[in-house]
């Protein structure tokens, strides 16, 4: 059985039909398995064209044509490229070697794989090769005929000629399953099985390990059961788990018989807030995030600030009781770095960032008392952007802590996740008129009717649902004309409208409903934009949902 097995899956049960893998010269470059050299530049750095973002460039030193040849370790065969510039229509070509000396000679393994064509600035310029050439080098002549010798390259990518299924070893014990493929640790990958070759179902997605990655599978005793692997997108996946870790805040008064401040007070339970907090968030998204409160630490102190100011057990009472005579601690913001680096004696005195840059989690809750100095979120991490705080850089992929507090409601931590997202769309889309104004399909989306004359309203924003004159109306009966429930479609917008107000998300909690009626509205769909009719086709994804909770996985939001 074993021996039919991998036979069947080195022959192709399926038609292995020719395809384009983008090759990830970013990785590349980083992990030592290519170098690039190019010409004398003046404004950005190689790196930016090939990040795969469109609003960053490289421009070269008053040098015309600019030059950037890229050499990889391994042959690659590769199959198309296309680059996006600005400054004007420009001229390019693609040349390919074994080598740069034969780059530079023109002669041997030298190629000419696109010749000289010219195209129009901001926007791809997408050409095939007429058949696959492998190469180890190739090079980028990007030429600018009119204005000054400065030449603006935006991106440059490389797609190779790839095959749909990868060839797997596999190795049975008993009841279970080994499956090995090489893979890149940039890569995400689905598992698919089948029981007769001709009908093949998902059983998983795996991103790549280093070199190879392995997976084990139990199957049924005497079943025959076929498995393959392929390259997939990250976008690809039907849902993606959030690993939780709670800091939980709340210092335990001695003086006061042992309670808690939580309890002493009378404030909400963390636990049942964290449970239905994250319950609405993953019922927004349709069950895409699939929220997991992966690890809880009650911490029993009271945070440093900034400026190395605590409160303790006395005097925070005394501004809790008496602010006119004790007043609160001016500045107000909590060392984050401090919180951050805290053992936690439950994780072997790991830290908190320390665990969510090993991977073991995702993101942070933390909950903590008013006063507290906490952002509603903020944003840490390599390359980390304002999420409606200040970035905190740090050595670590990107994450996000969320500050919560549990004097407040359900309602209001969804208020603070709702600025999260605000700020990540608006990143995504490069803009956020928050007028009249519509420049993208965040802009569509965020209208409000009666602040800004608009006629037919899209589904608001956090602090102004659709038919808000002023902030925080959640309640207001006044209705307005929308196109809300035509966002349930996406990415097909109807422009469809009904009659919007208050008891569209009802009460007695406005606030609350309207949150999670806003959230429900966030495009979740597979795949991206590219619907070529509309004005805004413009390749983003079309689940908001991957951008907010998975931010390391694309190049728009990381």
Not at 54 to 59: G, N, Q, V, Y
Not at 147 to 170: A, K, S
Not at 178 to 183: C, D, G, H, K
Not at 225 to 238: G, I, N, Q, T
């Amino acid at each position: 059985m074993l021996a039919f097995i991998g036979a069947a899956l080195i022959t192709g049960a399926a038609p292995l039909t020719a395809q384009t893998d983008q090759v990830d010269v970013a990785w590349a470059l980083a992990n030592a398995q290519a170098t690039v050299t190019n010409s004398p530049l003046d404004i950005g750095q190689i790196g930016d064209v090939f990040d795969n973002n469109t609003d960053t460039l490289a421009r070269s030193a008053a040098v015309n044509p600019m030059v950037v040849t890229l050499t990889f370790v391994t042959p690659k065969q590769l199959i198309r490229s296309r680059v996006w510039f600005l400054a004007g229509s420009n001229r390019w070509r693609i040349e390919t070697a074994d080598s740069v000396a034969d780059l530079d000679a023109g002669s041997g393994t030298f190629r000419v794989a696109l010749d000289w064509d010219t195209g129009d600035e901001a926007t791809w310029q997408d050409r095939s090769f007429t058949e696959p050439i492998t190469c180890r080098a190739v090079r980028l002549t990007l030429y600018r005929p009119t204005g000054d010798d400065y030449v603006h390259l935006n991106e440059w990518q490389l797609f190779l000629l790839d095959r749909p299924f990868i060839v797997t070893d596999l190795q049975k014990a008993g009841a279970e399953l080994q499956l090995t493929w090489n893979s890149s640790p940039t890569q995400w990958y689905e598992i698919q099985t089948s029981q007769d070759l001709l009908d093949w179902s998902s059983v998983t997605f795996q991103k790549g390990a280093e070199n190879i990655t392995a997976l084990q599978f139990i199957t049924p005793p005497g079943e025959r059961r076929f498995f393959r692997v392929r390259k997939a997108l990250p976008e690809e996946r039907p849902h993606v788990p959030r690993r939780v870790l709670v800091l939980n805040v709340d210092p335990i008064l001695e003086e006061q018989n042992n309670q808690t401040l939580d309890q002493y007070l009378g404030w909400n339970n963390p636990h049942d807030l964290t449970a239905a907090y994250l319950g609405e968030l993953g019922s927004a998204s349709g069950g895409y995030v699939q929220w997991q409160v992966a690890g809880w630490v009650d911490l029993d102190l009271w945070p440093v600030k900034l400026d190395g100011f605590r409160y303790d057990d006395t005097t925070y009472l005394q501004s809790w009781f008496d602010p006119g005579q004790y007043p609160w601690h001016d500045p107000d913001a909590i060392d984050y770095e401090a919180l951050l680096d805290l053992p936690l004696s439950s994780f072997n005195n790991q830290t908190a960032h320390q665990l969510v840059a090993a991977g073991q989690f995702d993101e942070i809750i933390c909950w903590c008392f008013p006063y507290g100095g906490l952002y509603e979120s903020r944003m840490v991490g390599n390359r980390a952007y304002f999420c409606n705080a200040p970035p905190l850089e740090r050595v670590s992929p990107l994450y996000v802590v969320m500050g919560l507090n549990p004097e407040r409601g359900v309602g209001e931590a969804l208020h603070s996740f709702g600025h999260r997202c605000e700020s990540i769309i608006a990143r995504i889309y490069g803009s956020w008129s928050g007028t009249s104004d519509v420049n993208h399909l965040w802009d569509r989306f965020t209208q409000i009717g009666p602040k800004y004359g608009v006629s037919v309203a899209g589904c608001g924003n956090v602090h102004y649902p659709p038919n808000a004159s002023h902030d925080y109306e959640y309640d207001i009966a006044t209705p307005v004309t929308s196109e809300a429930d035509s966002w349930l479609n996406f990415p097909v917008l109807s422009g469809e409208v009904t009659s919007v107000n208050a008891e569209s998300w009802g009460g007695p909690d406005y606030q609350r409903n309207y949150l999670r009626w806003w959230m429900a509205r966030f495009p979740k769909a597979r795949g991206r934009y590219l619907d070529t009719t509309n004005q805004f086709n413009d390749g983003k994804l079309n689940n908001w949902w991957s951008y907010i909770v998975d931010m390391n996985e694309y190049a728009e939001s990381r």
